[in-house]
């Protein structure tokens, strides 16, 4: 399915998932896992053989209520580039701090920050 080397386990659970990231899920992968799961996301985007776009059922409640992101992402605020897409990511898999020329300002720094301390972030 992917060329890259991302545990089977977490990759069939976060598709099994259709992507949304559960605090189980989220628990289980590794800072290594996360930078696989965007490489994996963005070979699907790249072969348009993107995930389907999450059911919301009751099973998927907890992700969609709470956040449960594998990692951030800081990008240009260029409207042409969904970030979101181009990783193949749903249900809040990803923080998204957008900013003109990709600048880290203190304000940019303070939510990467908040992102990897207080949703448990592996990876920025």
Known sequence: MTKFSLSLSILRKYLDANGQISAD???QISPSDSLELLKAGYERYMSNETIEEPFFDDDSLESTLNQY?????????????PIIDVFDDNAGGLCV????????????IGGLEYSTKEQELNIY
């Open 69 to 81: 992101p594998y990692a951030a992402i800081l990008s240009c605020i260029d409207a042409r580039l």
């Open 25 to 27: 899920l989220q628990s």
């Open 97 to 108: 701090a957008r900013i003109v020329g990709n600048i880290f300002t203190p304000e940019i």
